[in-house]
């Protein structure tokens, strides 16, 4: 079993930053995954930002150029850097690691952007 917490969000202006954090514990190895998802009200969840075992990263077109998805491995973490937020960045943003094949949910993190 793997655990994960979400941390980070928050309100925050338009243009201003967030960093998100998604730290895990429990059985983690051959990670395959990582990923950051989020949700709007009443929208499907979408994906937002992947990392792979190799360290590619993959990005919605939406939030290229604005966020970056990154790693730290001794931390067990994956963090979600979010610059010039708008406000159509407003979700509940969810990590989601895909171990062994298996994929494992965290409990999501509001992040709200005000205009």
């Known amino acids: 079993q793997v655990q994960l917490v979400e941390s980070g969000g928050g309100l925050v202006q338009a243009g201003g930053s967030l960093r998100l954090s998604c730290a895990a514990s429990?059985?983690?190895?051959?990670?395959?995954?990582m990923v950051w998802y989020r949700q709007a009200p009443g929208k499907q969840r979408e994906l937002v930002a992947v990392?792979?075992?190799?360290?590619?990263?993959n990005y919605a077109d939406s939030v290229k150029g604005r966020f970056t998805i990154s790693r730290d491995n001794a931390k067990n973490t994956v963090y979600l850097q979010m610059n010039s937020l708008k406000p159509e960045d407003t979700a509940v943003y969810f990590c989601n690691w895909v171990v062994v094949g298996v994929a494992y949910w965290g409990q999501g993190t509001q992040v709200t952007v005000s205009s």
């Open positions: 990392i792979n075992s190799g360290g590619t990263k």
């Open positions: 429990g059985n983690i190895f051959s990670i395959n995954a």
